[in-house]
């Protein structure tokens, strides 16, 4: 079975800090997608990164970059010079590569809140 | 870009009565939908999964018969919560795939549920 662990509940930085999110995740698949979300207090959903077990390369965004390590599992995302705009809980998901009838279905980590102080 | 329609976006109800979610993707086909329940500070639950045209698969625990998911056509899918009860409050997300892409998950805004 799949499962995603984010270890950290809650960050709290100054703007202008940088932040740094863990993730570590599980799975006996060899091909698998691993995803980034920003929930902010609306409640939407929104996505940032989706990227594939085959594909280790770093990966930069503007304030954003991800460190995908399969070696150790994890798929830890950075933001560079946080603003309080970032504030946010943001969720790290997995999807294996199961046949597509079977639902291709995300699991999602228990989620970061990160606050951003002025 | 694919954009995913949920309404309503709040609504609170009476214990005992039932409400009905929906949720339409609106530029693209998705033949899998996707309902996840999250209760406040916690992460998304997958509730059920639906393919267009079949019965949804319910994961465990998830009663099919308070939860009723219905996925007529190609960009509507709904919920609706039968008898709903106070603890059944929470915020209820669909997300729906389009069709041919197995790993586009397109996620709506979100219903807050509130059973008073």
């Known amino acids: 079975a799949q499962k995603v662990t984010q270890a950290q509940t809650e960050i709290s930085v100054v703007e202008k800090e940088d932040v740094t999110l863990d993730c570590v995740y599980e799975?006996?698949?060899?091909?698998?997608?691993l995803f980034w979300y920003k929930q902010p207090p609306s409640g939407e959903l929104v996505f940032l990164i989706r990227?594939?077990?085959?594909?280790?390369q770093n990966e930069i965004s503007g304030r954003y970059s991800w460190n995908f390590q399969k070696s150790t599992s994890s798929f830890n995302f950075t933001i560079t010079a946080s603003q309080v705009v970032d504030s946010a809980v943001y969720f790290c998901a997995l999807s294996e590569a199961l046949p597509e009838a079977a639902g291709n279905k995300l699991t999602f980590g228990g989620g970061t809140r990160v606050l951003v102080k002025p | 870009g694919a954009v995913v329609s949920q309404h309503p976006s709040w609504v609170i109800c009476k214990s005992g009565t039932s409400v009905k979610i929906e949720c339409r993707s609106l530029d693209f086909q998705a033949t899998t939908m996707f309902w996840y329940r999250q209760f406040p500070k916690q992460s998304l639950m997958l509730m059920a999964t639906s393919n267009e045209g079949s019965k949804a698969t319910y994961e465990q625990g998830v009663e099919k018969d308070k939860f009723l998911i219905n996925h007529a056509s190609l960009t509507l899918s709904t919920l609706t919560v039968t008898s709903a009860h106070p603890e059944d409050s929470s915020f209820y997300i669909c997300?729906?795939?389009?069709?041919?892409?197995?790993?586009?998950?397109?996620f709506g805004s979100g219903t807050r549920l509130t059973v008073v």
């Open positions: 997300s729906a795939r389009e069709q041919g892409q197995i790993y586009g998950y397109t």
């Open positions: 799975t006996r698949d060899t091909t698998y997608y």
């Open positions: 990227r594939n077990s085959f594909d280790e």
